[in-house]
């Protein structure tokens, strides 16, 4: 790769490491905001689900938006609305305020990924694309490690409100360097032309592997937005820890996360230039890793805090390993000129998991008074994404139109 292209991978992994920043903080906060505000956990749940009933919403249109703009135009825009929104946060004074704060954060965060793929498939080759999408989301599991200790000193050092003006604030200063280096490929810089403008989402989910992926991304996503919805909240108030305590045990998942992402990338990238087909070097570290994250039910039978936390470590590590894969399997099989449009589909399937994980575990935390039935749900749901894949995705090669495909 060119030195501008490290650069691309640069800005897309700083990218990602605000957004998830931006998406997490709400679940560190949640304990004190619930106290302050008289939130029982129910409530929350749907606090925390807000977010994503904009961000299920916006994916479709910010994909189009992405194939047809650009994704300098789209991110750049996208990414100071949810910046604004997350430092607005702090001023929320009741329920329907954090609704509304949330709401807007997750219509600006629904661009992220349709983006992240435009330019991945714009800007590398195919035996190159895991790696790249490996390396930025890694970016978004090292925000999410970080964002527990970061905004746990901030709350315990001023309060909660104070966490979402700087983390709100860092935001915009990364969206003012987007705009400043961050370059258009020829090929996505005016695609108004191009054919992808003229094919319906409807057109698309005809095609077996979009539905596949689709139905493999909604299912294992409940795992993950559990995760950065409930984990904290589950630390203090099922494991007893101390904010403090609790900021550095959940970022222990996504720290370890962080740092296996990009070997999940690579190592399905080196099967295809060894010249392990593509279907099997994406498909099969898919289902396998989808398997070994349902691993996750043992976490809420121990008593042992410690054990708890090594199958938590291990579910999330290999369920993102699988995410990884699966975005590259999604920059492969699109049409010409339409990732961005698919990405956007295929993440509106996640988008509904997470409206879905954090309101179901608030509702039977407050009727068992515990988490394991929603963590046996969890498990339950990522089995089902194995299956999706590997049933339901067909080969992994890119989807050809013709003109019978288009309005």
Not at 320 to 335: H, K, N, Q
Not at 347 to 363: E, K
Request: glycine residues 8%; proline residues 2%.
């Amino acid at each position: 790769m060119g030195a501008y292209r490290y650069w691309v991978v640069f800005l897309l992994f700083s990218g990602a490491f605000i957004n998830s920043m931006d998406r997490g903080g709400l679940a560190v906060a949640a304990p004190a905001i619930m106290k302050e505000l008289n939130l029982d956990p129910a409530m929350m749940g749907i606090v925390l689900s807000s977010f994503f009933w904009s961000y299920f919403i916006m994916n479709i249109p910010a994909g189009w938006m992405a194939d047809k703009y650009g994704a300098k135009k789209t991110l750049g825009g996208s990414a100071l609305v949810w910046s604004v929104m997350t430092a607005v946060t702090g001023a929320a004074h009741n329920l329907v305020h954090l609704i509304a704060c949330r709401i807007g954060v997750g219509a600006g965060e629904a661009a992220i990924q349709p983006c992240n793929v435009k330019v991945t498939a714009s800007n590398f080759e195919t035996n190159q694309r895991a790696t790249v999408i490996g390396l930025y989301n890694a970016g978004m599991r090292l925000g999410l490690a970080v964002v527990p200790i970061f905004m746990a000193y901030l709350i315990a050092t001023w309060d909660w409100r104070v966490s979402f003006y700087v983390t709100g604030g860092i935001s915009v200063l990364w969206v003012v360097m987007w705009y400043l280096t961050f370059k258009e490929a020829k090929s996505n810089a005016n695609t108004s032309d191009c054919g992808c403008v003229k094919v319906s989402w409807l057109q698309l989910l005809k095609h077996r592997s979009i539905i596949g992926i689709v139905l493999c991304k909604f299912f294992q996503d409940y795992l993950y937005n559990m995760f950065i919805t409930w984990l904290p909240a589950y630390l203090v108030m099922e494991r007893g820890f101390t904010v403090l305590k609790m900021g550095w045990y959940a970022s222990l998942p996504w720290f370890v996360t962080f740092l296996a992402l990009p070997l999940f990338g690579l190592f399905s990238d080196t099967l295809i230039k060894r010249g392990v087909g593509v279907t099997k070097a994406r498909k099969g570290m898919i289902v396998i890793s989808q398997m070994i994250a349902a691993s996750v039910i043992v976490a809420v039978y121990t008593d042992n805090a410690m054990i708890a936390m090594i199958f938590m470590v291990l579910a999330l590590v290999f369920e993102s390993g699988s995410s990884t894969i699966l975005w590259s399997v999604c920059a492969e099989i699109a049409p010409s000129n339409c990732s961005a449009s698919v990405a956007g589909i295929m993440n509106t399937a996640g988008a509904l998991s997470g409206i879905v994980a954090p309101i179901l575990t608030g509702v039977l935390l407050k009727l068992t008074g515990n988490f394991q039935q929603a963590f046996l749900i969890a498990s339950v749901m990522i089995l089902f994404a194995a299956l999706s894949m590997w049933f339901v995705v067909g080969e992994v090669k890119q989807i050809q139109l013709d003109e019978s495909h288009q309005k």
